[in-house]
C-alpha cells in the first residue's frame, strides 16, 4: 500500500522543512538512499537535535463556524548544551516556526485496485456494425441508458438511449428484451434520421455521463459492494460486442461506510461529482509516491459542500445522470424545496463526521495518515489520441463499467481514476511567546506572558521555553488519481488462410481455382506455454499495418467463423518470390461470394452459407510460362488472413490439350552474401614499406603501425581511410580493421 505524500513534505533536511518545529518534535519524510540490495524509498526523518522536552495538550474546539476547528497548545524547551544564551535561543526559535501562514498536509495510504479490462464480442451484426463506422461514436447505442432500469420516468434517459422518433410515442415503442433491441439496430440510420429532436443532442449530451444509480448496503458487516435497486432493462449479452472494466471496491472500514451512507441518504454524490466536471474549486498539487514526484489534481471538498450548487443542481447540455429512483426528477421546481431541507441536513451530518474523523495535531506532526473515502471512479475515453480532449467521460459508483459505444475499426484509450476523498489537514501556529529571562516570557511584539497554558508548569524550570497556539482546519480534498490506462479496439479477428484447389480444363488455356474456408473455433493463439498455435498476422500492405496494431489492442482476438463471408484475394507474380513480402505489389483481383445476414456465436453455420462462402476463379496463363500464386482469405470487415502458401504454376500444351503443373514454392533462405568489387586499377592500399620490415631488436609477434605503437598478434586496430574525387569534390570514408595473426605454416 504506498504513502502518497505531499512534495514539499518530503524534505532531506531541516531547513528544506516547511515546518521547522515539526522537524524538531515530531517527523517528516524523507527520500532514503540506495541501501546495497534495497531501492530508494520513501521513509521517516526526523531532526530533534535542539529541542529537548515538548507537551501538546488539546483545546474544545471552535464551534462557531462551518467546519468545526480543532485547537491546542505546545509547550517546548530548548537543550542547555545547543544554546549560547537566551537570544541565540529566540533566534532559533522564530527562523523554526512560521506564524500565521497555513500549512498542509494530505498524506494518505492507498490500496491502488486491480482492474481488469475485457473486449465481448456477442454475435456478429452486419448491419449494425457497418453503421457504427458512419455515425459519432457517442451517437451509437449506450447500455448503460437503454438497461436503465428507471428510463421511463427519465424522459430524457429514454429518448436519448433509444433514440426516440416521432413514431415512437404514437406506437408505444420501447426497448424492453433483445428482439426490441435488434430491430433498433437494423432501424438504426433511419431512427437518427427520424430523431424526435436535435441528432447533435445525442451526441452531446452524452460527453458526460453520471451513473450514479447503485446504492450502499445498509450493514457495516456487509462487503460494501454497490447494488442495483432494481435489475437492468436489457443484458449486456444483447448487444453484439461490448467493452468491460471491473472495478474494485476500495474500502470496506467502519468511517468510509458512514460517508456512503450520508452521500446516499441525502444523494449528494451527484452534487459533488457534478462539481467535480465542472472543475469547480480546483487546483493542482505536487505529490511525492515512492520517490518518484507527480502532480495531482485536487478539488476542495468542503467548497463544494458549502456551495450554492449543493442545494439545487441542474444537468447541463453535456450532461446526463443515472440516479437512484428516489433521485429521479432533482432540479424540477417540485424538488427544490426538499433538495435545500435536505442540503441543511447533509451539512450537519457532514459537519460532524468531519469533525470526528479530522487529525488532532499530534498525529498531523508525527505524519499519521489521513483518512481517505472513495467516492467513485471517473473513467475518460478518448479517441484515436489521448493527446486530445476526451470524447467521453464518465463518473461512476458502479464495481463495473459497460461501453458499447465504439465504431468499427478505430482505436479508443481509457483513463480510468479514482477520485478519493481525503481528509488532510491546514494548520497555523499563532501567538507565540519564547523565554526572555529564566523568569519572564515575551512575543515578537515584546509583550510579556501574564497568562501561561496548562501545561506550561512542566517546562516552567527550563532554561529555554516557548509555547505556541495551533489551530488545525480540515482541508477536505478529492484526490483524482489515475490509476490505468488502457487501449482497445472492436476488430473482427483475421481467419485462417482458405483451402485451396487448383485444377484446369484440357481444352482451354485457363487454370481455375475454387477456394472454400479453412477455420475452426480458436479461442487463442498460443496453448498454455505460450507456444504459438496460430501464425499472427503478418502484414502484407500499409492498411494491414494498421490492422494489426489494432489487433494487438482488441481484447478479442478468437477466431470467430461468423465474421468470415467468402471474401478471397489473389495476388500473382511471374517472378520468383524471394518472400511474402514480394506479393505486397502482386494483387491481381478479388472473388466476393460473400452473404451478409448474422446468426449467434456458437450456433453451427447454415449449409447455405458453407456454399456461399465457395469462391471461384479463373484465370489465363501464357503456355509454358512460370506463375506464382498466393491467397488470402478476407473476413466480413476486411481483416485478411495470412497467405497461403506459394504456388508455382505452369501451364503445360500437349498437341491439342492442357495440363497444369502445379507445385508448392519454397521461398529461398535468406543468407548473408557479402557483396564485392575489385578496384584494383582505381585504388591500392599498402602499409608503409618500413613497417613490413622488422628490426632485430623487435619480436616477430609485434607489429609496427604508422602512428608508432605496437600491435600485438590478437590485437585489432582499426584505421580510416577517406578518398575524395578530384571531379566532385565528394568523400567516401572506408572503415578498415587490421588484426595481426601468427602463420604457423612457416
Do not use: C
Not at 639 to 655: A, C, G, K, V, W
Request: glycine letters at 4%.
Amino acid at each position: 500500500m504506498p504513502t502518497i505524500i505531499d512534495s514539499q513534505n518530503v524534505v532531506s533536511s531541516l531547513d528544506d522543512a516547511p515546518d521547522g518545529l515539526r522537524a524538531e518534535i515530531g517527523s517528516y519524510y524523507a527520500i532514503q538512499g540506495n541501501i546495497p540490495g534495497r531501492p530508494s524509498s520513501t521513509g521517516f526523518a526526523t531532526f530533534n537535535v535542539n529541542v529537548d522536552k515538548r507537551y501538546i495538550r488539546n483545546h474544545p474546539p471552535n464551534q462557531n463556524v462551518i467546519i468545526p476547528i480543532k485547537k491546542a497548545t505546545l509547550t517546548f524547551t530548548g537543550k542547555d548544551a545547543a544554546f549560547r544564551d537566551q537570544t541565540q535561543w529566540r533566534e532559533y526559535v522564530s527562523s523554526i516556526v512560521t506564524q500565521d501562514t497555513p500549512l498542509l498536509d494530505h498524506q494518505f495510504n492507498l490500496q491502488i485496485p486491480e482492474i481488469t479490462n475485457e473486449f465481448v464480442k456477442n454475435y456478429h451484426n452486419p448491419e449494425y456494425e457497418d453503421s457504427t463506422k458512419s455515425y459519432d461514436s457517442n451517437s451509437l447505442l449506450n447500455y448503460n441508458l437503454i438497461s436503465y432500469p428507471h428510463k421511463d420516468k427519465s424522459k430524457t434517459v429514454k429518448r436519448i438511449g433509444e433514440i426516440e422518433t416521432r413514431f415512437d410515442e404514437s406506437s408505444g415503442f420501447t426497448i424492453t428484451n433483445r428482439t426490441s433491441l435488434l430491430q433498433v439496430m437494423e432501424q438504426f440510420g433511419s431512427r437518427l434520421s427520424n430523431y424526435d429532436g436535435s441528432v447533435n443532442e445525442i451526441s452531446i449530451k452524452q460527453r458526460n455521463v453520471f451513473d450514479l444509480q447503485k446504492t450502499q448496503q445498509l450493514s457495516v458487516g456487509q462487503a460494501i459492494s454497490p447494488l442495483l435497486d432494481s435489475l437492468p432493462a436489457v443484458s449486456m449479452g444483447s448487444f453484439p460486442y461490448y467493452y468491460k472494466k471491473t472495478l474494485p471496491t476500495i474500502e470496506s472500514n467502519t468511517s468510509a461506510f458512514e460517508f456512503k451512507r450520508i452521500m446516499d441518504t441525502y444523494g449528494k454524490t451527484k452534487n459533488i461529482l457534478q462539481g467535480v466536471k465542472r472543475d469547480l474549486g480546483f487546483l493542482n498539487r505536487d505529490f511525492t509516491i515512492g520517490t518518484e514526484s507527480q502532480q495531482i489534481k485536487l478539488y476542495d471538498l468542503i467548497s463544494l459542500m458549502t456551495s450554492e450548487s449543493i442545494t439545487t443542481i441542474t444537468e447541463g447540455d453535456d450532461e446526463i445522470f443515472l440516479t437512484p429512483e428516489t433521485e429521479i426528477g432533482f432540479g424540477t421546481p417540485s424538488h427544490r424545496f426538499s433538495e435545500k431541507v435536505s442540503a441543511i441536513r447533509f451539512l450537519s451530518d457532514m459537519r460532524q463526521f468531519i469533525d470526528s474523523n479530522a487529525r488532532e495535531f499530534e498525529d498531523i506532526i508525527n505524519s499519521h495518515s489521513s483518512q481517505t473515502f472513495s467516492l467513485g471512479y471517473k473513467i475518460e475515453k478518448y479517441l484515436d489520441n489521448s493527446a486530445t480532449e476526451p470524447i467521453q467521460t464518465y463518473y461512476t459508483n458502479d464495481n463495473s463499467f459497460i461501453d458499447t459505444q465504439l465504431k468499427y475499426g478505430r482505436r479508443y484509450i481509457y483513463k480510468t481514476k479514482l477520485l478519493i476523498g481525503v481528509l488532510g489537514s491546514s494548520y497555523t501556529y499563532s501567538n507565540m511567546f519564547i523565554s526572555q529571562n529564566e523568569i519572564q516570557m515575551s512575543n515578537n511584539a515584546g509583550e510579556i506572558a501574564s497568562n501561561f497554558p496548562s501545561d506550561f508548569a512542566n517546562i516552567s524550570s527550563e532554561k529555554y521555553r516557548a509555547y505556541v497556539d495551533v489551530e488545525i482546519l480540515p482541508s477536505f480534498k478529492i484526490v483524482e488519481y489515475e490509476i490505468d490506462e488502457d487501449e482497445t479496439a472492436f476488430v473482427d479477428a483475421p481467419t485462417l488462410p482458405p483451402q485451396v484447389d487448383i485444377f484446369n480444363i484440357k481444352n482451354k488455356a485457363t487454370i481455375q481455382a475454387r477456394f472454400s474456408p479453412n477455420f475452426f473455433k480458436i479461442e487463442s493463439t498460443s496453448n498454455s506455454t505460450g507456444a504459438e498455435l496460430v501464425r499472427k498476422l503478418t502484414p502484407l500492405t500499409e492498411d494491414d499495418e494498421k490492422i494489426v496494431d489494432l489487433l494487438n489492442i482488441s481484447k478479442d482476438n478468437s477466431v470467430k467463423p461468423e465474421y468470415f463471408t467468402g471474401i478471397y484475394e489473389i495476388y500473382r507474380t511471374r517472378k520468383p518470390p524471394l518472400s511474402e513480402a514480394n506479393f505486397a505489389d502482386s494483387y491481381l483481383t478479388t472473388v466476393d461470394d460473400q452473404t451478409s445476414y448474422a446468426f449467434p456465436s456458437g450456433v453451427p453455420l447454415p449449409e447455405q452459407k458453407l456454399d456461399n462462402m465457395v469462391g471461384f476463379f479463373e484465370d489465363n496463363l501464357i503456355v509454358n510460362q512460370k506463375y506464382y500464386y498466393a491467397f488470402r482469405a478476407l473476413t466480413y470487415h476486411g481483416t485478411p488472413s495470412n497467405l497461403t502458401i506459394p504456388y508455382e504454376i505452369e501451364l503445360l500444351r500437349d498437341s491439342d490439350e492442357y495440363r497444369v503443373n502445379i507445385t508448392q514454392y519454397v521461398y529461398p533462405e535468406d543468407r548473408n552474401y557479402s557483396m564485392s568489387k575489385v578496384a584494383k586499377r582505381i585504388m591500392k592500399i599498402t602499409p608503409n614499406l618500413g613497417r613490413l620490415l622488422f628490426s632485430e631488436e623487435e619480436s616477430s609477434s609485434k607489429w609496427r603501425l604508422d602512428d608508432g605503437s605496437l600491435l600485438n598478434i590478437g590485437q585489432t586496430r582499426t584505421f580510416k581511410i577517406r578518398l575524395t574525387s578530384k571531379h566532385t569534390g565528394k568523400k567516401i570514408d572506408l572503415n578498415i580493421n587490421f588484426k595481426l595473426s601468427k602463420d604457423d605454416s612457416f
